[in-house]
């Protein structure tokens, strides 16, 4: 059975012990284990292949494939994640080590990430542009060990989104052609020591898309990561449509308009889109949960809602995943969907999701044509940013 396969069940069993859940008035979590296998070596970083099309949309992806790296049930990850992490700096001279090195408790550089491009912003490690062939395979086989296919699969797809604003003309659009996009102009460090035990966080982003990935023991958190995209839809160089959270989009537009008119009443909060409140730079705010909580949803809402939210949980390899998404549908009762904007798919519109352990946005921005098609996103964990509860 596929990665992709596995995470497709996985959320499949969630949905079902949810309709469960709602019927009997209680939560449950549950827990589970697999592991990351070596992965095999691309003979280039040009070799791109186009994964299988996510559940519930047309979207697919053009993806660099850096090996392939399936999770055995039963174990853990961690082991697998921190060997592409080894293998990575084996990869590096000691001057390159130096730069993509940074001590545990360096919190500024743990939180040194944004969404602004490249001449707004001042980042910290090995920029990928100046990284060998062989350096950034070995990255790549760390991002997906770390990630589930489906992870993987968005985080290349909002990558190849900047190569194509890059392409548009989006390099020179800065006063004095100082703001430079595309993939190049994107960053990867290691906080800590890659261990099995010690806690130690890797980073990789640049322009609308950063992963934050702080690996405790046998636990991985992901969150606070940005996950956007511009242009949110555009044809890669096979021909495909490629929308790189459009099942997101489009299963939150199911979402809200299987809302009754009383449901609705609660959840849309405004007829105009916001922005981020929680977006880069406000690590440790706080937001007041608004708009309709889990418990006022029947159950085909509830399943939907969970399998929304099972986007951004499950970005982590499926391991970690498991143990992501049952701690979510925990608290899935007291977990709000909040909505501003119009309900007509394709429109603009602006959702929250706001619950114990989990914090999601989506938020269209007006700068560069179509808000629709320019989109900026957060997910955070108010008790796990930076993978607080494992390591303190």
Not at 335 to 348: K, R
Request: include cysteine; hydrophobic fraction near 35%.
């Amino acid at each position: 059975m596929s990665r992709f396969t596995r995470f497709s069940y996985l959320i499949f069993v969630g949905i079902l012990l949810t309709g469960i859940l709602v019927a009997c008035g209680s939560g449950q979590t549950s827990t589970s284990a697999p592991t990351t296998a070596p992965a095999t070596q691309v003979t280039s970083l040009t070799d791109v292949a186009v994964s299988p099309t996510l559940e519930a949309t047309s979207s697919t992806f053009e993806t660099p494939v850096a090996g392939d790296t399936p999770i055995a049930p039963g174990e853990d990850a961690t082991p697998g994640i921190v060997t592409a992490a080894n293998a990575f700096l084996g990869t590096l001279s000691d001057t390159e080590k130096e730069s993509v090195l940074f001590d545990w408790t360096d919190t500024e550089q743990k939180k040194r990430w944004s969404n602004l491009p490249e001449g707004l912003y001042e980042r910290a490690g090995l920029m990928w542009g100046n990284m060998s062939e062989e350096q950034q395979n070995a990255w790549l086989q760390l991002m997906q060990a770390t990630l589930s296919e489906e992870g993987y699969n968005r985080v290349i797809a909002e990558w190849n989104a900047d190569e194509v604003l890059a392409s548009q003309g989006g390099g020179a659009g800065g006063p004095g052609g100082q703001l430079l996009f595309g993939k190049q102009y994107y960053w990867v460090a290691i906080i800590g020591t890659p261990s099995e035990t010690d806690p130690w966080q890797w980073q990789w982003g640049g322009h609308h898309v950063t992963v934050n990935a702080t690996v405790a023991g046998t636990n991985v958190a992901l969150t606070p990561s940005f996950i956007g995209c511009q242009p949110c839809e555009y044809t890669d160089a096979s021909g495909n449509r490629v929308r790189p959270l459009g099942d997101i989009e489009d299963e939150a537009f199911a979402l809200v308009n299987s809302l009754d008119a009383t449901q609705q009443g609660i959840a849309i909060l405004g007829s105009q889109t916001i922005d981020l409140v929680l977006g880069p730079g406000q690590d440790g705010k706080t937001i007041q949960p608004e708009g309709l909580p889990g418990s006022q949803m029947n159950a085909d809402q509830q399943a939907a809602f969970l399998h929304l939210i099972g986007h951004y949980a499950g970005l982590v390899n499926e391991e970690d995943a498991a143990t992501r998404i049952a701690e979510v549908q925990s608290g899935l009762n007291d977990t709000y969907f909040a909505w501003y904007g119009s309900t007509t798919p394709g429109s603009a519109m602006y959702f929250r999701i706001t619950g114990p352990n989990i914090v999601v946005e989506y938020s269209p921005q007006s700068m560069g044509g179509d808000p629709a098609n320019h989109i900026h996103g957060i997910y955070r964990d108010p008790t796990n940013d930076y993978g607080a509860k494992y390591t303190q």
